[in-house]
């Protein structure tokens, strides 16, 4: 296996390169436009929420991964996105970011002559509007493998900005002057990709900023939330429910909403006159979405509910309900601790806090009762 020298990187026509052995270009898009396969999961792992089009995949919800397998001395990666930013991997090690690359074909080249893995990764949020990959392809004289095996562990995670790793790459709240929320978050450094990685496991990022279990951030959007979204392909096509597949059976589910529904104060006309009618929406409001996950993925998977100090009192006593009712597959978590320091995007979580709460969340997982 190459070792690939680090080395710094330089920000150019909207990739990073690696200035060492290994180089990425940029093939002209209407190049690019006509050379996509016929199946651009042929030969792809992944476990993402894709939707399936003649000759590409798309997508919105954050965090979705595309592995493959390849031998030659380098791969071209196809995809069609002037909205979000990715990461390519090549055996391990980020080759290149893509900045809102829009139709393009990105060549890694210089690798040895020899087997290696790929991985394009969606670093951004993009609810209303669809991401397109159009598939690997092998550098002349080199050939795409069958792809990767998926991996017997499956985790979901559901939740709000903190899940999807929202402004998690700054040191500053204020990211007006340095890049803007975009350029600023990267969902596979969140806690959950973290988490699942380390636990070499398969997993989702169903995570949607600004939406609670009943109300979102500041009571905007009213009339939805983030159930609304959630049994979606496409976030943005209401009419475009998931096929859940029968590989989709997911050990670990991991949801944290509730940071939306009590962060800010209730105003007037609002559906909920005092904030204990709306505790009382929020708890009834869970108990019908952990029944619909129960419905969805059986008895045997494990639903962690996640909370911050903020809202732990009614989680917790959401879980307590359901242990009472007979489900002692549901359990609670309180992700809150003091070495946090918030300094990601209007107080979000920063790269430190998500490998904080990634290390306190494997502790957790370590404790439960898992068939893996």
């Known amino acids: 296996m190459q070792t690939i020298r680090r080395s710094r990187l330089a920000a150019v026509a909207g ?38 089009t003649t000759g590409a995949a798309k997508y919105t919800w954050p965090g979705i991964y595309f592995e493959g397998r390849f031998r030659g001395t380098g791969v071209d990666v196809r995809l069609n996105d002037a909205r979000n930013d990715y990461d390519i991997q090549v055996d391990g090690t980020t080759v290149a970011t893509l900045v809102t690359p829009g139709r393009t074909t990105r060549q890694i080249r210089g690798l040895t ?30 050939q795409i493998l069958a792809k990767p095996a998926a991996r017997t562990r499956q985790i979901e995670f559901i939740g709000d900005s903190l899940t ?35 636990l070499n496991a ?18 905007g959007d009213p009339g939805t939330d983030y159930r609304t979204y959630y049994d979606r392909t496409l ?38 006159p005092t904030a204990e009618r709306l505790i009382a929406a929020y708890k009834s409001a869970y108990q019908g979405f952990l029944d ?46 003091p070495r946090l320091d918030h300094l990601g995007c209007d107080w979000h979580f920063s790269r430190n806090d998500h490998r904080i709460i990634s290390g306190l969340l494997t502790d957790y997982i370590a404790t439960l009762p898992l068939t893996w």
């Open 15 to 52: 990739v990073l390169t690696v200035a060492a052995a290994v180089t990425v270009g940029a093939v002209p898009s209407a190049l690019a436009s006509t050379t996509s396969p016929v199946d651009a999961l042929a030969g792809v792992h992944t476990v993402g929420r894709v939707k399936r």
């Open 113 to 142: 002559n020899a087997e290696h893995s790929v991985r394009l990764v969606k670093r951004t949020e993009s609810p209303w509007v669809a991401g397109e990959f159009d598939g690997f392809a092998a550098a002349p004289g080199g």
């Open 164 to 198: 999807a790793g929202y402004g998690d790459l700054s040191t500053t709240r204020d990211c007006s002057a340095n890049g803007g929320i975009d350029r600023n978050t990267d969902t596979d450094i969140s806690y959950g990709a973290l988490t699942a990685r380390g």
């Open 202 to 219: 398969d997993y989702q990022v169903n995570a949607y900023s600004g939406r609670g279990m009943v109300r979102n951030y500041n009571g």
């Open 235 to 272: 976030q943005n096509v209401s009419s475009d429910a998931w096929p859940v597949p029968a590989t989709w059976r997911p050990q670990l589910v991991v949801v944290a909403l509730g940071t939306n529904d009590f962060s800010t104060a209730l105003h007037s006309g609002e559906p909920w």
């Open 292 to 337: 619909k996950l129960r419905t969805r993925y059986g008895t045997g998977t494990t639903i962690v509910v996640g909370a911050s100090n903020l809202y732990a009192t009614q989680a917790q006593q959401v879980v307590t309900d359901r242990n009472t009712r007979g489900d002692s597959r549901v359990r609670f978590w309180n992700f809150d601790d």
